[in-house]
């Protein structure tokens, strides 16, 4: 490699050629042991307890918790009167087994928070499709209008599913075949998700557009507003690594496991956004006082900041393949990659492979003990 490329790289990278050399031995770490969640047996193990739930059997403790948060939730993005119904699926008390138990469900619970004479009932097609798509087994957020005869604009929230424990939930995050440490308490997690789907997807009005860089900002706008009303309601900011390093390892250990990058991946490579945020989220004065609506505005003005265009957006994912491709090359003893890369292409690379090694020690080789939950207790809503 001729001397004034040597020279272009360590200026871009910030490390010495033996640096990023002996940096780059370390990163195919990143890629091993990875296993992708056996999505069927998941949703057997979930139906049969959602089954036994309903019959009565006692609930365990992670089950009352959802149950309280899912009543929390739906009850705090309502008070939003933002213009939209909320619904926050609860399994500890919906029925969600059949099209017919949907649209009940769905029905009872719109006719809830609608105007006395509305007469919108989900359409019969609408509660077959849900239930046909297993749509109750994804966590998301599914936007209901006009065209599935519902009158009034309406956000239906599907939590986490209660069959699987905290380790296995973070696991199939990053596709690692075995449990890992999670580092917070369930609670956290389950509010960092109902915030992503909620207060984040739910109070998007742009939800699911038509570019591909859109995408990634429906994630980001969602992650920020995940950080700002989980830091808000628990005052706990270590929550926000968990989300950062689950997004930065996801992405590069999903591109590894297909072989490519794919815009469903690369919507979802937003950690180096999310630690921009971070910073600016953690010093915002009396965050544990903001109402519902001020977690929202925040939010925005959050998001307004770090939000991708196409060229960005471009430029990431090129990021993530050339990081993937590095760790190729290291695996297979070439320096095809590194040779061939712009020394700024190279450095963006970098960068991905190095906060992947930050999240890799936080979730596989944590040196922390497992936190108690924050204190003290979140201000009523």
């Excluded at 690692?176 to 992503?196: D, M, N």
Aim: charged fraction near 25%; include cysteine.
């Amino acid at each position: 490699m001729q001397e004034n490329r040597i020279s272009k790289i360590e200026r871009a990278t910030g490390r010495s050629m033996a640096d990023l050399m002996s940096f780059l031995a370390i990163t195919p770490v990143l890629i091993e042991h990875i296993g992708m969640p056996d999505d069927d047996t998941m949703i057997a193990k979930e139906s049969r307890r959602r089954k036994e739930i309903l019959a009565g059997a006692p609930l365990s403790e992670a089950e009352h918790l959802h149950h309280r948060l899912s009543v929390e939730f739906e009850t705090r993005l309502n008070a939003l009167d933002n213009g939209y119904i909320y619904i926050v699926a609860d399994f500890t008390r919906d029925d969600l087994s059949s099209p017919e138990a949907i649209a009940g469900t769905i029905n009872g619970r719109y006719a809830k928070y609608a105007p006395p004479d509305d007469p919108g009932r989900i359409s019969e097609e609408t509660a077959i499709d849900l239930h046909e798509s297993e749509a109750s087994f994804c966590t998301q957020l599914m936007p209901l209008d006009f065209d599935d005869d519902l009158m009034h604009p309406t956000r239906l929230v599907i939590p986490e599913m209660i069959s699987l424990s905290l380790e296995e939930n973070i696991s199939d995050r990053i596709l690692a075949p075995f449990s890992v440490c999670p580092l917070i308490p369930h609670e956290v997690f389950c509010r960092l998700s109902l915030h992503h789907e909620g207060s984040g997807h739910g109070t998007d009005e742009n939800f699911i557009q038509h570019f591909r860089h859109d995408a990634a900002n429906d994630e980001l706008r969602a992650d920020i507003a995940s950080l700002i009303g989980t830091i808000r309601d628990t005052g706990d900011f270590a929550a926000a690594k968990t989300c950062i390093f689950a997004r930065d390892l996801a992405a590069l250990r999903t591109t590894a496991f297909e072989g490519k990058t794919t815009h469903d991946t690369t919507k979802y490579a937003i950690g180096p956004e999310l630690r921009r945020a971070f910073n600016r989220i953690s010093k915002t004065p009396d965050i544990r006082n903001l109402c519902d609506r001020g977690i929202i505005a925040l939010t925005d003005q959050v998001f307004s900041s770090l939000k991708f265009d196409k060229g960005s957006y471009s430029a990431r994912q090129s990021a993530l393949r050339n990081a993937w491709k590095l760790i190729c090359d290291t695996k297979n003893g070439s320096r095809d990659t590194l040779e061939r890369l712009a020394p700024e292409r190279l450095a963006s690379a970098t960068d991905i492979l190095e906060n992947c090694m930050e999240a890799h020690g936080f979730f596989f080789t944590p040196e922390a003990p497992r936190p108690k939950p924050a204190t003290p207790a979140p201000r009523p809503w």
